[in-house]
């Protein structure tokens, strides 16, 4: 019997709108993607999206994937390390930086950014312009979590407004951990 493998994603501060490659990959493979939803998208609370994250992962088993992006990815971090989450993979996309001392109010509560080594295989990719972090503190911090970078040339925040709707190419790395 073919069990089908399951993709949890995790958005960031707004969540993922109409034209997100998140919501794309939800709309398009319903039976593979779904979304850990919040609460409360525009002020989010460190502690809430935390317990959600853990409580939902903890209930999905080992062989569940994750596709986090922007703050989600940090969200997705404190819960690993505070759950002892394990899962089959993860794709982290966009990293967002609470710590910066110019980052928006609404995600500064979800400092500091965990650096413990990841339990699991993951993929980072970012953005040789993101404004949401720089990319030089991305390399810095998947040495400290073991995970493999893919840096992509000015790519904004990997979102619609910088040309990241279907995203394939994100689809073929998050393939990866199905296929293993």
């Known amino acids: 019997m073919l069990i089908q493998m399951k993709a949890l994603n995790i958005p960031g501060w707004k969540n993922s709108r109409a034209g997100h490659w998140q919501t794309i990959w939800e709309a398009d493979d319903p039976q593979t993607f779904s979304r850990i939803e919040q609460d409360e998208w525009l002020n989010p609370q ?29 969200a997705f971090l404190h819960a690993v390390h505070e759950y002892n989450l394990k899962v089959k993979g993860a794709l982290l996309v966009a990293p967002s930086d609470p710590e910066h001392p110019d980052c928006i109010p609404e995600i500064k509560n979800f400092s500091p950014i965990p650096r413990q080594k990841l339990p699991f295989p993951a993929i980072v990719v970012a953005s040789s312009d993101d404004p949401g972090m720089d990319y030089r503190k991305i ?22 407004k910088s040309g990241f709707g279907k995203w394939p190419e994100g689809r073929r790395l998050l393939k990866r951990f199905f296929e293993n």
């Open 46 to 74: 460190k502690a809430d999206w935390v317990k959600r994250i853990g409580e939902t992962l903890s209930h999905a088993g080992s062989d569940v994937i994750v596709t986090a992006h922007s703050i989600g990815v940090t």
């Open 139 to 160: 390399s810095r911090l998947v040495v400290a979590w073991r995970c493999t970078l893919n840096i992509l040339e000015s790519a904004g925040h990997i979102e619609p």
